[in-house]
């Protein structure tokens, strides 16, 4: 006989969108006669191994869509990176309990674990269903369409260059934008959507699909400076040389890794300072901004995008009816049907678990500068209804009375 007990987690950084899928496990779950106690993991499987569970069978549903409706981890995340032994520790916990489905929200590190944990279950012929759930602003889990949270990091982005844009006009100069993405450039890329005439800015963007060239940057940023006068630019914070190298390792003279040892990319202004240095030193320009839009571009409250809210629920939803109507462990992945529509698969874990997907070369441009009609057609809709637009004075001049030769 069943136990009735499932439990839920989050991992890895947060989103605008992430507890839509928390209330939506938990809200579905409730539904279900078979489901007697709902429990969540206080900080993901960090939670998970020291047992800090909370009950959110005694959650009201009310309060549950608050929550949904606010940006970030309610139950609180981590960046621990399970290898097998974590992973047999998370089991002994789920089979201490009794729990027998088990949901994780997150990147592709946490289908990972959920994979582990999965075959761990099967070893021990203990009966678990593990469903993960995507969720990441780097929309690179493999079979996907797009994932949870990315839409509105997305929106966030078009519409911080559409700013800066607009700021770069009036004051006209160099501007540099850092956008996250270690390997996959999609959110870069979404700068691309903040223009809306031929001159506006991003005028360059650069992507870690491409090779960085520092003196081809600099040829390119001086070639739009002296066609526009000005020039707009949005950088991922991964790119990388000729031989995978990150640009800051280049650049600066300290390096700050995280915890698995990866350089350090989010979270500090390096890139941007030092891209800035080289224009100034380099191209005799004056005026040179750069910021690093940093971790605004994750839980930002007044800019989540509706779709994403809506598909967000849905996949912790699906999940839920995946754990319980279904016969195997999985994850949920989103497909698009048509325009604009989607639909939900299980796809094994073992197709997404540790992959992950980059930028399409039919998004990039052959300059590898900017991003094709492709890639504006793949991201509006994801953006949702209400996208502010920006516009501009006609040039209607008046003739000079004086002369000034």
């Known amino acids: 006989m069943s136990s009735g007990k499932i439990l839920v987690a989050q991992g890895g950084g947060p989103t605008a969108v992430i507890n839509q899928s928390l209330a939506g496990v938990v809200l579905e779950a409730r539904r279900h006669h078979g489901v007697r106690l709902v429990y969540g993991a206080r900080h993901g499987v960090r939670g998970i191994v020291n ?11 009310h309060n549950l869509e608050l929550v949904a409706g ?33 949901f994780y929200i997150g990147g592709n590190d946490s289908a990972d674990t959920v994979r582990i944990v999965a075959e761990e279950a099967a070893r021990a012929a203990y009966p ?3 469903i993960h759930i995507p969720k990441t602003i780097d929309n690179d889990l493999v079979g996907n369409d797009h994932t949870p949270g990315f839409p509105s990091a997305a929106r966030f982005v078009a519409q911080a260059f559409a700013g800066a844009n607009l700021d770069n006009a009036a004051l006209p100069g160099v501007y540099v934008g850092v956008v996250m993405g270690r390997h996959a450039g999609f ?14 800015g991003p005028h360059l963007i650069y992507l870690p699909e491409r090779v960085f060239e520092v003196d081809r940057f600099l ?37 700050e890794k995280d915890a698995h040892g990866n350089v350090q990319l989010s979270g500090t202004g390096a890139l941007a300072d030092l891209l800035c240095e080289e224009i100034k030193r380099k191209l005799q320009i004056k005026r040179v901004r750069g910021d690093t839009l940093g971790y605004l571009q994750r839980s930002f409250v007044g800019c ?10 849905e996949v912790g939803e699906k999940a839920v009816q995946y754990a319980m109507w279904g016969d195997s462990s999985g994850s949920v992945a989103i497909r698009r049907t048509g325009f604009y529509s989607v639909d939900y698969e299980l796809q094994a874990l073992q197709d997404v678990a540790g992959k992950t997907r980059v930028m399409d070369e039919a998004f990039i441009a052959p300059s590898g500068t900017d991003v094709t009609d492709a890639f504006r057609l793949y991201l509006r809709p994801l953006l949702g209804s209400g996208m502010p637009d920006a516009y501009r004075l006609r040039p209607n001049a008046v003739p000079k009375v004086l002369r000034r030769d």
């Open 51 to 61: 047992e800090d569970l909370v009950d959110l069978t005694r959650e009201t549903s």
């Open 70 to 102: 606010t940006p970030a981890s309610a139950l609180g995340s981590t960046r621990d990176k399970p290898d097998l032994a974590y992973c047999q520790e998370i089991f002994k916990v789920l089979q201490a309990h009794a729990i027998e489905h088990f």
């Open 128 to 130: 678990l269903r593990a």
């Open 187 to 200: 959110l870069t890329a979404a700068s691309a959507l903040g223009k809306k005439f031929p001159d506006d």
């Open 219 to 255: 040829s390119d940023v001086k070639a739009v400076y002296e066609r526009h006068g000005r020039c707009v630019i949005a950088v991922s914070e991964g790119i990388h040389d000729r031989d995978g190298q990150p640009i800051i390792t280049r650049l600066a003279q300290e390096i």
């Open 304 to 313: 989540v995008s509706d779709v994403d809210a809506r598909e967000a629920r």
